[in-house]
């Protein structure tokens, strides 16, 4: 089967340990979103590596991933954070998407209050215009906005959006929201605010932490299974994205366990297994994958 990881975070240094990683456990190819995840910063959209431009905007850099593509090209791709701020947006995002490995532009659209109230206004027209000249995908972390995004999906029918992480959202997401407005996306129900982007195509759902979000820690993680099946129902098995994200999952979960979960859930047809695993990620990114399937291993 051919199965491709959707989003993991990478840090510097050699590839070839996530290459061989890959090959044990049947992954084919990843889509990488470099991000030093251990070095810590004040500020929630500071994510290195990168630099703060004179206005306040971060620009992301992607070293690694940008060396790993080049080296595995039918192996590894990439996203990268974008600052809708940054001054020169435009030049940056079409930069980027002339990189024959980029395959998506990501935005942490509510990742601190004043960007999440900017997203609710509509201020991300132009960067999502701009997606839709470059012809990206956009892949939006909005926990507990998704209710929020119908107006873009109307606006730009022609861009494919990709919602991370089930749309869902955690306590870390909450920060600025009422109480009453913390409760209500924090609730089990608040599920069904995601299904019902379903009835919009351009907006496709990248399934991981599903076990955080559903509070099950032991494999197979069958208490996600209903939930699963609720979002097939929703959207459709060629809408749903499977990435383990698993660099940066506290507690650590085996990557194979989360490749498994799926793959031998008994409730899911070989079919809709294939779809999740990778046949969606490689339609969606226009990413073709390789026949026969190369291996680093000589």
């Excluded at 509509?122 to 507990?144: E, K, N, Q, S, W």
């Excluded at 799926?262 to 490689?282: C, F, H, M, V, Y």
């Amino acid at each position: 089967m051919d199965i491709v990881d959707a989003q993991l975070h990478m840090g510097p240094g050699p590839i070839e340990r996530t290459l061989t990683a890959m090959d044990a456990i049947g992954v084919q190819s990843v889509m990488l979103e470099e991000f030093w995840y251990w070095v810590k910063s004040p500020n929630p959209i500071h994510n290195h590596p990168g630099f703060a431009l004179p206005n306040g905007a971060w620009r992301a850099i992607y070293p690694g991933a940008e060396l790993a593509s080049f080296q595995y090209p039918d192996r590894f791709a990439f996203f990268v954070r974008i600052d809708r701020r940054d001054p020169q947006i435009d030049s940056v995002m079409h930069l980027i998407a002339g990189s024959p490995s980029a395959r998506a532009f990501r935005f942490l659209a509510t990742r601190t209050r004043d960007e999440a109230e900017t997203f609710v206004a509509g201020g991300y027209d132009t960067p999502f215009a701009i997606a839709r000249d470059c012809g990206m995908p956009v892949c939006l972390a909005i926990p507990g906005y998704v209710e929020h995004l119908p107006r873009y999906l109307r606006k730009f029918p022609t861009v494919q959006f990709v919602v991370d992480h089930w749309g869902l959202a955690t306590q870390y997401n909450t920060t600025g929201m009422s109480e009453a407005e913390a409760l209500r996306v924090l609730r089990p129900d608040y599920l069904d605010e995601v299904l019902k982007l379903g009835q919009y195509p351009n907006v496709s759902i990248k399934i991981s932490h599903a076990h955080m979000y559903f509070g099950t820690t032991e494999f197979p993680y069958t208490p996600i299974r209903p939930h699963l099946r609720a979002l097939i129902e929703s959207f459709g098995a060629d809408r749903v994205l499977w990435s383990s994200d698993h660099t940066v999952l506290r507690p650590a979960i085996a990557w194979g366990e989360l490749v498994h979960y799926i793959r031998d859930d008994p409730t899911l047809s070989q079919i809709e297994k294939q779809q999740i695993l990778g046949a969606n990620a490689r339609r969606i990114f226009g990413w073709p994958a390789v026949t026969p399937a190369p291996s680093h291993i000589p």
